[in-house]
């Protein structure tokens, strides 16, 4: 069963603006991480915030955390080309697994 | 630093076949993880390892085995491979458990015929 759940399911925007996708989880959690997947590649890990967090940023990322509407939302700033990619949560509620939502497939039109 | 390697990244196979997918990572981590990836899907944990000589169910493990001798290797092994089980899988490693990043390797892209 998904814990974390993505929305959009797809995202199309040009290259300039900014991108917002949000995850939402059933379970009380300890800490929430954002992944990105260029096609055909490997995950990459983006950012962790712990459940006593509620902003966290990285270079063009800001990722916040609400825990009582049990929700995270990850924004890419001045979107690239590069920035083309899926984007994945996943929430340690069940121990020492990570389990993952269904991800953000991002576009970014030049 | 390689990172987090598998081998191979292709494989065919015919329904029954048997094969045996490697992952090795060079970074003294103790934690070790398989995951699949279906199309449209996130990825679902297998099995995982929290140290050498140790293995653990995840959320998707029938049909799998797996085994952790050395601690920078995690075996994943497919005893007679079904349709079901074609899927992109990787191996991730952490080194101190879900409350730190994992490290993913490059997939291996299965097909079972």
């Known amino acids: 069963s998904q814990q974390g759940e993505e929305d959009p399911q797809a995202l199309s925007i040009q290259e300039g603006e900014n991108a917002t996708m949000n995850c939402s989880y059933k379970?009380?959690?300890?800490?929430l991480q954002w992944y990105r997947q260029n096609s055909g590649r490997g995950l990459v890990h983006l950012i962790l915030i712990r459940s006593n967090e509620r902003e966290k940023h990285s270079g063009r990322l800001r990722v916040t955390l609400d825990t009582s509407k049990k929700s995270s939302s990850l924004l890419i700033t001045a979107s690239r080309a590069a920035d083309t990619a899926s984007y994945f949560c996943?929430?340690?509620?069940?121990?020492?697994?990570?389990?993952f939502g269904q991800g953000t497939r991002l576009t970014i039109n030049p | 630093n390689a990172g987090v390697t598998q081998t191979p990244k292709f494989r065919v196979l015919k329904t029954g076949q048997s094969m045996t997918l490697l992952c090795a990572q060079d970074?003294?981590?103790?934690?070790m993880y398989w995951y699949r990836q279906d199309p449209g899907m996130g990825l679902r944990l297998i099995h995982y390892?929290?140290?050498?000589?140790?293995?653990a169910k995840g959320e998707v493990p029938d049909g799998y085995n797996v085994s952790r001798l050395k601690k920078q290797n995690f075996l994943l092994g497919l005893e007679s491979a079904a349709p079901s089980q074609t899927s992109v899988y990787f191996c991730?490693?952490?080194?101190?458990?879900?409350?730190?990043?994992?490290?993913f390797g490059p997939g291996t892209r299965l097909t079972v015929t």
């Open positions: 379970t009380s959690i300890n800490n």
């Open positions: 970074m003294n981590h103790e934690y």
């Open positions: 991730a490693s952490s080194p101190f458990g879900v409350t730190y990043e994992q490290y």
């Open positions: 390892s929290v140290g050498e000589g140790t293995t």
């Open positions: 996943a929430t340690d509620s069940l121990g020492q697994k990570l389990v």
